[in-house]
């Protein structure tokens, strides 16, 4: 049997490791500010909890789902998504006695996807939702909130918040109807894609990447003759406080998301930097979602990010400045070396060896590892109970005792 890792799917080392662990160390500092707490759901959930919610017509529901029978003939999903999941579990720990319930959480999701850049069938999800309140302040926290993640993890790159409104589920519904017939007058046009949801989830043709369908698409009626007075307000509210913080969007009627749960407010950060795959963050309002879900019928918001693609954007991480490498030149000095590494170790400095006894491998693995300092141990520094610590930026030595060494690297 060769070995292969399943298509779709990646290890992660190295570099991308540390991407990923600088973005869960944003997420979880970003959390704890805005006091979100966090709410950890197992991978896999009974099947049903994601059919209804997600949508039956939905691509995640119809084509994408990791679905199986367990041994006692029960079915079950490994979650495509975190939102039900974590109104699951604020519904079964009855965490939803205190409102408003602001949690977040970071993991691994499952979607058998056509694999492509920025597109995988095992990828791990930012998360952050706001459960029991209407107020359009929480649309605007979480996208504050995101807009913060990223521009504190993406500094140079340009991504542009996009926003709709889908007014609430009795327009929506209406205005699928509407459109399906407009849809139907210009069906021969269509491609056979979105031919097919016609029918069945008309919104999705808004958002189709067929030029010919986009050329349809934008004489189609839009959701805004269909929106009541409270919505309308709630979305200028938002759009007036982005104004007032400055943070710039676009206003994109054709935003409608591919998740069935979604009313009210919209929105998503897109990138020019990554090809088809452009959306960093998505999310939006799920009013009536909880009560769907067996819950008490309370409105809902969140979104959720893409850990990969957002690592995709990452600059390089300069590793190594703060490490330390040792280098000894014989067995002999073993004792004076663990001395150092003791040293070390409570002190927090990062060091790393490779068990050889050898100055000039040393040097040069260090060198190439772009490290700042390296400690020396030989015949003299044994004898005479001291280090060497070799600046290789700068190329200057110094002979230090062991606790003078913290503060020679740190200044
Ligand atoms: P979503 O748009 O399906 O929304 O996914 C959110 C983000 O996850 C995307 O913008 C993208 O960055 C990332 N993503 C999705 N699929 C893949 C994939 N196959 N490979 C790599 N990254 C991917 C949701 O999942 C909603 N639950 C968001 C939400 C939370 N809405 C309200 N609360």
């Not at 959480?105 to 706001?130: A, C, D, S, T, V």
């Not at 300069?318 to 000894?328: F, S, T």
Request: aromatic content about 10%; overall charge positive; charged content about 30%.
């Amino acid at each position: 049997m060769k070995l292969r890792s399943v298509r779709g799917t990646h290890d992660l080392y190295a570099e991308d490791i540390e991407k990923h662990n600088l973005i869960k160390n944003t997420v979880s500092k970003k959390a704890e500010l805005n006091s979100f707490n966090k709410l950890e759901t197992p991978i896999f959930e009974f099947s049903e909890l994601f059919a209804k919610p997600l949508g039956e017509q939905s691509d995640v529901v119809l084509k994408e789902m990791y679905s199986f029978k367990d041994r006692n003939d029960e079915m079950l999903t490994l979650r495509p998504e975190y939102t039900t999941p974590m109104i699951r579990a604020a519904i079964t720990n009855n965490l939803l006695n205190e409102l408003p319930l602001k949690v977040f959480g970071l993991g691994p999701m499952f979607r058998r996807e056509r694999p492509q850049k920025g597109r995988y069938r095992q990828f791990n999800q930012i998360n952050f939702e706001i459960f029991g309140t209407k107020d359009f302040m929480a649309d605007l926290e979480l996208i504050i909130i995101g807009n913060d993640i990223l521009k504190s993890i993406l500094p140079n790159s340009k991504f542009i918040l996009n926003l709709n409104t889908l007014g609430q589920k009795n327009n929506l519904y209406e205005y699928k109807t509407k459109l399906s017939k407009y849809f139907i007058d210009n069906k021969e046009k269509l491609s056979e894609d979105s031919r097919e949801k016609i029918q069945t989830n008309p919104l999705r043709i808004l958002d189709s990447k067929n030029d010919i369908d986009i050329k349809i698409s934008n004489n189609a009626p839009t959701i805004h003759e269909f929106i009541s007075t409270d919505e309308k307000n709630h979305f200028l509210d938002i759009k007036k406080a982005l104004d007032h913080l400055n943070i710039k969007y676009i206003e994109n009627d054709k935003l409608v998301r591919g998740l069935d749960y979604y009313c009210s407010t919209v929105f998503e950060f897109k990138t020019t930097e990554l090809g088809s795959q452009d959306t960093l963050l998505g999310g939006g309002r799920y009013d009536g979602l909880i009560g769907v879900l067996g819950g008490p019928d309370i409105p809902g918001v969140g979104w959720a990010a893409g850990i990969e693609r957002i690592s995709m954007l990452m600059k390089p991480i300069e590793d190594g400045l703060n490490k330390v490498h040792l280098a000894i030149t014989d067995k002999k000095y073993n004792s004076h070396i663990q001395i150092l590494m003791n040293y070390l170790r409570k002190n927090n400095i990062s060091f790393y060896w490779n068990y050889k006894y050898n100055i000039k491998k040393s040097l040069s693995k260090a060198n190439s590892n772009k490290i700042k300092y390296v400690i020396i141990i030989g015949e003299d520094e044994f004898n005479n109970k001291y280090y060497s610590v070799r600046n290789l930026i700068t190329g200057n030595q110094s002979k230090l005792k062991d606790n003078e060494i913290k503060k020679y690297i740190n200044d």
